[in-house]
């Protein structure tokens, strides 16, 4: 069984740092791309950040750029995404996906994406 579990989540003040780590297990995802989703209360589930299976082409969505980085180590099969410079509007349940094709098939809220985990919270207090 496929399993992609988040963690890391958690409160933090604005300006503030985290990093969510997710951890992959049930097969080998070293040639998956891998990401980040994340949903807050009200809105659509919005594209975050991938990143290729060799790890080096990355992507990020528009407003996290600058902040956020992603990276993977796939000797442990885990994709992790250091926060920095937190605002209160990045406050959201935080999705780790994965799938064998990063394309559009990441747009539209990753609809087309074969693995999600469960989601981690983070809010971030202004």
């Known amino acids: 069984q496929v399993q992609l579990v988040e963690s890391g989540g958690g409160l933090v003040q604005a300006g503030g740092s985290l990093r969510l780590s997710c951890a992959a297990s049930?097969?080998?995802?070293?040639?998956?791309?891998m990401g980040w989703f994340r949903q807050a209360p009200g809105k659509e589930r919005e594209f975050v950040a991938a990143i290729r299976w060799s790890g080096g082409r990355t992507y990020y969505g528009d407003s996290v750029k600058g902040r956020f980085t992603i990276s993977r180590d796939n000797a442990k099969n885990t994709v992790y995404l250091q926060m920095r410079s937190l605002k209160p509007e990045d406050t959201a349940v935080y999705y780790c996906a994965a799938d064998p094709r990063l394309g559009g098939n990441w747009g539209s809220g990753g609809l087309g994406l074969n693995y999600w985990g469960q989601g981690t919270q983070v809010t971030v207090s202004s």
């Open positions: 049930g097969r080998t995802f070293s040639s998956y791309a």
